[in-house]
């Protein structure tokens, strides 16, 4: 395991039975989302409590092992202070991770892991991941990370593959008692290379697939011919792409190495790309299934997988009208987009945004990283903006981490990042 450095603090979300986001997108897409707090005197109070608010352990191990039914969890996560209770201090130290297996040494931050009950009788329960920033913690923003899929870990992606402190080496080595009290001081969304409404994602894919020379002129005109991108859309238009095949080319990025499984069982990147390793996901599986493992991060020791199948009926197609009432009262969202993304490429995103019905307030420019253009970026009126990152792919960190991270930072501040000349 190695560790990465960061600035702020980081929280990652894992739903344990029910999948959280209404986000429709094909099988293992990840939805980033990012919903951030603002920390101020009264966010401090807030994140205090979050850390302080951790679940009660039974006396029977046995419970927290056969059902979520005998696991007591108490959360308080509420921006109002006056609520702790005269355990949480113990709460709190119990849900401390000392260290991690396989944990380098020279870590300088706290970290807590646990559950939080949302639905006790149903059996409802999310596993957080909690790690606080290393210096100056008090004034630092706090990041919920949720990834999407839908029903994709932010643990094992987020947390392991993403922004998290560490990465994995291949060495194979609630009962809520204020549940009324929901108000939180949500500062903005940034949302990274969204599923944002079924038709016009699959319209701008085979558009995004035709552009990069993936599809043909015949494909596309195909497609067109047998596609209106509405819900009256036969299962004509569903098969006009059945018959071809493009290769085995990453579509969370076009232009990445593959990972290749080898007959005896072994695997490697198909070739070289400098911070990025294609295969990094099997190690992860393997440390995250490790009993020490899911001790250490106080988890119900179960098998891990990086997405659940499980499904729900109740999504809905396009996330527009959502979008329309988040902008009207005022709360500032972000869009990004790797433009290496085949699964929800940019031009999908486009569609959407058109769709919203939006004035330019400032034009598309680009954005600079190491006197590099890092992407472009456009913003609307009610600081709607639009920001495509250059030459990463669905999972924006892993791609180009430097990048991302300046993309984080003037989130963060409220400002659009600069473009800067020799």
Not at 115 to 129: H, S
Not at 279 to 285: K, L, N, Q, S
Not at 288 to 296: F, S
Request: proline share 6%; aromatic share 12%.
């Amino acid at each position: 395991m190695r560790t990465d450095a960061y600035l702020t603090h980081l929280i990652f979300l894992l739903l344990v039975s029910v999948a959280v986001l209404h986000a429709h997108a094909s099988q293992k897409a990840q939805l980033e989302n990012v919903a951030v707090l603002h920390a101020h005197a009264s966010q401090q109070a807030q994140l205090e409590k979050f850390i302080l608010s951790r679940r009660a352990r039974t006396s029977s191990s046995e419970a927290s092992l056969h059902g979520w039914s005998g696991v007591s969890v108490r959360s308080s996560l509420q921006v109002r202070a006056g609520y702790l209770g005269s355990d949480q201090s113990a709460l709190k130290a119990a849900d401390k991770i000392p260290a991690l297996p396989g944990q380098p040494k020279g870590v300088d931050f706290d970290q807590y892991g646990g559950y939080v009950t949302v639905d006790e009788k149903n059996g409802r329960a999310l596993f957080y991941y909690f790690v606080e920033a290393p210096q100056d913690a008090s004034s630092k923003p706090l990041l919920l990370w949720l990834n999407g899929g839908p029903g994709c870990s932010s643990l094992g992606f987020g947390g392991m593959l993403e922004l998290g402190p560490f990465r994995v080496n291949n060495d194979n080595k609630t009962h809520n008692m204020h549940h009324n009290r929901t108000i939180i001081n949500l500062q903005g969304i940034l949302v990274g290379n969204p599923y944002l409404d079924r038709y016009k994602n699959q319209k701008g894919r085979f558009e995004y697939l035709h552009s990069h020379g993936l599809f043909s002129d015949e494909v596309l005109a195909n497609v067109t011919s047998h596609c209106n991108f509405n819900s009256s859309d036969a299962e004509a238009c569903l098969r006009t792409t059945d018959w071809f095949y493009y290769g085995p080319v990453d579509p969370y990025n076009i232009y990445a190495p593959i990972c290749i499984d080898e007959p005896d069982g072994s695997y490697h990147s198909s070739s070289y790309l400098p911070g990025y390793n294609a295969c990094d996901y099997y190690p992860t599986v393997t440390y995250l299934n490790n009993p020490l493992v899911q001790e250490a991060f106080h988890a119900r020791k179960t098998e891990w997988g990086g997405c659940t199948d499980l499904g729900w009926k109740d999504a809905p197609d396009s996330m527009v009208p959502t979008l329309k009432w988040l902008i009207k009262h005022g709360l500032p969202i972000w869009l990004f987009s790797g433009d290496f993304d085949a699964i929800c490429p940019l031009t999908a995103t486009r569609y959407t945004i058109q769709d919203l019905n939006l004035s330019v307030t400032k034009p598309w420019r680009p954005w600079t990283a190491n006197m590099e253009v890092g992407g472009y970026v456009q913003q609307y009126t009610g600081g709607f903006t639009f920001v495509s990152v250059r030459a990463a792919g669905h999972m924006v960190p892993s791609f180009q981490p430097e990048r991302g991270l300046i993309l984080l930072h003037y989130f963060l501040k409220g400002v659009l990042p600069p473009f800067t000349q020799e």
